[in-house]
């Protein structure tokens, strides 16, 4: 999976990149042999989406197969698993929001608060003050702070239906998914609540869920899809990129309630194809590049726009030179992303990581 999280972790990369772009030259965007990719990269936040799908999948397979191998389910451990690789970077782009850089800029400002990211509640936080902040950096925990509380949910949840002697998981995720639509029925309108709220972007974590029971359960439909000649994997996909690029257009007004339900029905059919798929046209896994970055690729998302926060002060400009502006930005921000990304994980992440109590009684 670390191939996908590369994947992942780099569009949202380029997504804000192009935006920074666009508000440096917005004359860019009328440019015709640009506005096909300007099209294409400016979905590259959907690797959110993804990261979401992904999440749901892999949390849920792995409790399943630890009750399956130890007869039980240890909320402490697997809490205390996901804290220590969680909090780490986490913490450190709030030490930097809202500690160091108001210490080293004096013109520094950030509308966020501070207590809201320390309980993890980051994504409501840019839902009653993003819209105003010019600090985008601190813009990337919303993400983090919705797994977070999926996290314990998930693991409270499961752990209480263990102890009921219930566990009804299946059903659970039905009953979910529909408050979920319900939720996103009744605040269709407001764009920052779909894009931020927990209960909003649920429904990209419940059908990983989903899927993750599916997979362990060895429902039939999985061993279908497994099984699908390569020529329908290629559709399957070609369908999929198309309705993600083509998204605000299906997707408008009131069909904005459907659209996470579909997209994350694509990346969940990518989890299943690039882990489990028998006819893939390209396993991306199979590339040394993507999983090594895709180990780092934590790394790579928190830490991007903080970097590109950076650049944008101490880089020229480039006046009336988009595409030098373009060169340089890219080069610098991705090397410098990618390099402290990687000493990150060496340094940081790998040794809270090497302290993550196993699974085993």
Not at 102 to 116: G, M, Q, R, V
């Amino acid at each position: 999976m670390n191939a996908l999280r590369f994947i992942a972790a780099f569009s949202v990369f380029f997504f804000h990149l192009i935006n920074q772009l666009k508000a440096a030259y917005p004359s860019l965007t009328e440019i015709t042999l640009l506005k096909p990719l300007f099209v294409i990269f400016d979905k590259g936040n959907l690797g959110v989406n993804f990261f979401f799908v992904l999440s749901g999948f892999l949390i849920t397979y792995l409790i399943l197969e630890e009750i399956k191998n130890f007869g039980s389910f240890s909320l402490s451990k697997f809490l205390i698993r996901r804290t220590l690789r969680i909090w780490p970077l986490y913490f450190i782009i709030i030490l930097l929001g809202f500690v160091i850089f108001p210490l080293l800029f004096s013109d520094y400002y950030t509308d966020h608060k501070l207590i809201n990211y320390l309980l993890f509640l980051a994504n409501f936080d840019e839902i009653w003050h993003g819209i105003n902040d010019p600090i985008n950096f601190l813009t990337v925990p919303w993400s983090v702070a919705v797994e977070e509380q999926f996290y314990l949910f998930w693991g409270v949840l499961i752990w209480a239906l263990l102890r009921l002697k219930k566990l009804k998981l299946g059903f659970v995720i039905f009953v979910l998914y529909i408050l979920c639509f319900i939720f996103r029925t009744y605040h269709w309108q407001d764009e920052y609540i779909l894009y931020y709220h927990t209960i909003a972007v649920a429904q990209d974590i419940l059908t990983g869920a989903f899927v993750g029971l599916s997979v362990f359960k060895g429902r039939e439909w999985i061993e279908k899809l497994k099984n699908l000649k390569q020529w329908q994997v290629i559709f399957i996909y070609a369908l999929g990129l198309f309705i993600c690029i083509a998204k605000n257009k299906i997707f408008a007004d009131q069909m904005v309630i459907f659209e996470r339900f579909i997209l994350s029905i694509f990346f969940a059919y990518v989890i299943i194809d690039q882990s489990l798929g028998k006819n893939s046209f390209y396993k991306f896994g199979k590339t040394k590049f993507f999983n090594y970055f895709g180990k780092i690729s934590y790394g790579l998302y928190m830490y991007h726009l903080l970097i590109m926060y950076l650049t944008a002060i101490y880089l020229p400009d480039f006046e009336n030179k988009p595409g030098l502006y373009l060169i340089v930005h890219f080069g610098v921000n991705l090397s410098l992303t990618l390099i402290i990304s990687s000493l990150s994980y060496r340094f940081i992440e790998s040794k809270f990581l090497a302290l993550k109590p196993s699974q085993k009684k």
